[in-house]
Nanobody, 119 residues
Framework: QVQLAESGGGLVQAGGSLRLSCVASGSIFSINVMRWYRQAPGKERELVAQ??????TNYADSVKGRFTISRDNENTVNLQMNSLKPEDTAVYYC??????????????WGQGTLVTVSS
């Protein structure tokens, strides 16, 4: 069984920073792209940032210059969030496309971690 687990959410004042982490575990052969999404109350889930196995990154316009996505290793993706704004308040989800040891392609989601930015 393969799963994703996020950590690092919490409450922070506007202008502050938080670092989210997501670890993939289980019978993993390889991981392609890893992404962070977020969903604010009453809004649709949106892509925040992604990073490929080769290290290429992309960001939503709303977070460019403030957020940085990185991979510590094959199975861990981080999201460093600086200069946080109240509008960044949301549940943040990690997702990944994983090839497991049985060579099955899996699209997985973590359980989500809440980020609350107070004004």
């Amino acid at each position: 069984q393969v799963q994703l687990a996020e950590s690092g959410g919490g409450l922070v004042q506007a202008g502050g920073s938080l670092r989210l982490s997501c670890v993939a575990s289980g019978s993993i052969f390889s991981i392609n792209v890893m992404r962070w999404y977020r969903q604010a109350p009453g809004k649709e889930r949106e892509l925040v940032a992604q990073i490929t196995s080769g290290g290429s990154t992309n960001y939503a316009d709303s977070v460019k210059g403030r957020f940085t996505i990185s991979r510590d290793n094959e199975n861990t993706v981080n999201l460093q969030m600086n200069s946080l704004k109240p509008e960044d308040t949301a549940v943040y989800y990690c997702s990944a496309f994983i090839l497991d040891l049985a060579r099955r392609n899996l699209g997985l989601w973590g359980q989500g971690t809440l980020v609350t930015v107070s004004s």
